[in-house]
Every structure is written in C-alpha cells, then in structure tokens.
C-alpha cells in the first residue's frame, strides 16, 4: 500500500511546527501589505493551486467590506478587469512556482506594478522570484500549507479591523497538526474501504456548498480526472434541485462534504433528499465529526479545508491509487504533450 498512516502523521507534526514557527515572519509581511494599503484582493492560481485558496474571498467576505474574488490565473491576466490595478493585491498560489499561468500572471502584475503575494514550494522559481512578497509553503504535507496562508488572510483581516480575535486564532492553529493526526485515525479505514468498492467507477458525483468548493473541486477535477480518468461533477448542494437531482440513482458514487459554516442547512437538505433516493453508493464526509482539539467551535467552519485535504489528498486519494493502479505515472497528456 502506498499509505503508511504513521509515516504520514510523523510528518504533519513535524512539518506543522515548523509552519507554525513561520507565523512572525507571515504576519510582518501582512503588516507591511497592511500599512502601504490595498483596495481589493485577487486570489489566482490554476488547477489545484486555485482550488486550494477559493475558500478565501468566501471567509472575507463574510467578515469584511474588503472586495475579493478568486479567479484562474490565465483569466485573470487576459480579462482587463477595471477593478485590478495599483491599487489591487494579488495573491498567487503557486506550488512549483513554474506553472505556466502563474508565471504569466506574476510577470504581467510586475509590469503593471500591482503588489503580489505568492505562495511558493520552492524558491528561486520564476513565480517566487517576480512576487513583491513571497512566502515558502511546506514542499511534503499538503494540509500543511494551509498555515501560512491562514495567517496572513486573517492578520490582513485584524488590521483592516475586521477580526478582533486574530491573536485567538493564530495561538490555536498550532494546535491544528495534531487534530490532523487524529483525523488520520479515525478515516482512514473508510477512506480505505470507499476506495476499494468503488475505484472502478465510471463516474462520481461530488456535492458541496460554502468553503469546501474548493475541496470537491480539488479532487473531482484535479485528482480523480487527473489521475483515475473517472469523470465527475463537483455541484454546488443548492444548486442539486435545479437539475442535477434528476440524474442521481442508488447505483451512482456520490460523495457529500457536509460543510461547517452557514450554508450547512443546504447540506442537510441535499443529503435527506440523498439518503430516500439515491443512498447505495452515497459516502458522507462530515467534518464536524472530528473533535480537533485546542480549535474553539467559533473557528471551526473556517478550517474545514485543512481537514477535508487530509481525508481527501492524504487518505482517499492514495488509497485509489493503490486499488487504480493509476498514479501520476499513468496520465496520457497532463506536464507529457505540448499544449
């Protein structure tokens, strides 16, 4: 098997506390983002890059006036929005700091003189290299890199006046890799038995609402397409009863990440009509179900994806690469052709 459950616990607690060692060095950069002053906030990336900050613009504009959106790194550079000039500040996910999108994205906001944050694995790379501020994200544990990001959104939150508990909850995300360690614990058997029924589906049907689109997009899109040429849908659990309910049947793999934050009645809604007509293959991941200790329950609809990523990327995704035979090495076009 690939997944060796102890190994990959080891690491989260070691690589999350060198993260969380990372937090004054975050937070001066926030600091000086803070005092040279910005207007509105783009979130770019491509592929699970994007999909690994969507949930941002969601939190702030929960708590903020603060305009921000996220958007595809290539789009963000060809649509000539009004909204996005000197006065903007653009935040790039990029993890090799060499994808092609982001690297354009990066160059045209140097030329246009619009400040960048980037988040880079590595340094030295043409991303990390064009940022105005680059911040090192952790290169081995994917839950992990979450942490820095965290810090600055929400430090850039306490300084606009927005979240007078930044201190709170920067304290208790340290405590966020050893939740993750019994997250592990207590998922991994049914991860590993929901990928052993159900690798060789034709199709999957993923439902999500709030801050976890960016987790069902993750994985619908960028792994099991990606890797297992399963196709899928990530919808939207308001949006299932305009369409999409029309389809579902209790012989079709359906995934529920059942959310957190405010919009969870439109989970429970989309999972009772779920549970009457199409529950024989239905797998629901609740992330309330993990007590993750030391995070108070006012925090918790914010870390949702942190722990959607363990079960999801950690977990189920290596176990289907072990039922697949499907991996990395196995895709057709995907960083192989010249597109």
């Known amino acids: 098997m690939r997944v060796n459950e102890e190994d990959l616990k080891k690491l ?49 504009r929960k708590l903020s006036n603060i305009p921000a959106y996220a958007e595809e790194a290539a789009e963000l550079m060809y649509s000539n929005y009004n909204c996005l000039n000197e006065k903007s500040l653009v935040v790039i996910m990029a993890k090799t700091g060499t994808m092609k999108e982001s690297v354009e994205l990066s160059e045209y906001c140097k030329a246009h003189n619009i400040p960048t944050v980037g988040f880079v694995m590595i340094d030295n790379t043409p991303v990390a290299n064009n940022v105005t501020y680059k ?11 979450f942490l820095p990001m965290y810090y600055l959104i929400f430090r850039l939150l306490k300084n606009h006046g927005d979240f007078e508990d930044y201190d709170e909850f920067a304290n208790e995300i340290a405590n966020i890799p050893a939740g993750l360690v019994e997250v592990i614990d207590n998922f991994k058997d049914e ?15 993923w439902i999500y609402s709030g801050i976890n689109y960016g987790e069902a997009l993750k994985y619908s899109a960028d792994v099991a397409e990606e890797l297992f040429r399963q ?34 009645p439109m989970d429970e809604r989309c999972l009772k009509f779920l549970q009457k007509y199409a529950s024989g293959k239905l797998w629901v991941i609740d992330t309330a179900k993990f007590e993750m200790k030391g995070i108070s329950k006012k925090f918790r609809k914010y870390i949702s994806p942190i722990i959607l990523t363990v079960c999801i990327e950690d977990l189920f995704a290596e176990y289907m690469m072990d039922f697949s035979g499907k991996n990395h090495s196995t895709r057709r076009y995907y960083q192989i052709v010249e597109y």
């Open 12 to 60: 989260i607690i070691e690589r999350g506390n060198l993260a969380v060692k990372e937090r004054e060095n975050v937070e001066k950069i926030a600091d000086e983002i803070s005092r040279n002053g910005f207007e509105n906030i783009f979130f770019a990336g491509s592929g699970g890059s994007i999909t690994t900050i969507c949930h941002f613009p969601r939190i702030i």
């Open 231 to 264: 196709k899928t849908q990530a919808m939207n659990s308001g949006e299932f009863f305009h369409g999409c309910l029309e389809i579902v049947q209790d012989d079709m793999s359906i995934v529920m990440l059942m959310s957190e934050d405010e919009s969870r």
């Open 191 to 205: 991860a590993k038995e929901y990928a052993r029924k159900y690798f060789n589906e034709d199709f999957q049907l």
């Open 135 to 145: 911040i090192l994200i952790d290169k081995f544990s994917e839950p992990i890199r």
